[in-house]
């Protein structure tokens, strides 16, 4: 069953995949966030100087840009592992 037990070391190598993912989507947004608007994306959301719409889209854009990001760079991080250990199970074979 997926998820279950298995390899240690991918799943650690996935997480920091991912993370460093988040982390550069985050700075990819926040960057065309600053050069859409001229302004600094908002540092809480939740704050009420920031207008609704603009906390609304901020949110948006990051959920949708970070969860994307994650999802590519984890199933290529993924790909490339699958590929590395099928090509050394054919050397040895």
Known sequence: MPGKGGDYGNKAISA????????I??????????KATGRQPPE?????????GEA?????LTGAGVGVARVVAVRLA?????R?????T????
Not at 25 to 34: L, Q
Request: net charge neutral; charged share 15%.
């Open 90 to 93: 054919d050397i040895d074979a």
């Open 78 to 82: 993924a790909s490339r592992m699958q």
């Open 44 to 52: 809480a959301a939740e704050d009420p100087q920031v207008a609704m």
């Open 25 to 34: 989507a985050r700075k990819a947004i926040s960057f065309a966030w600053t």
């Open 16 to 23: 920091l995949v991912a993370m460093a993912a988040a982390f």
């Open 56 to 60: 609304v889209v901020w949110a948006l």
């Open 84 to 88: 590395r250990i099928t090509s050394s």
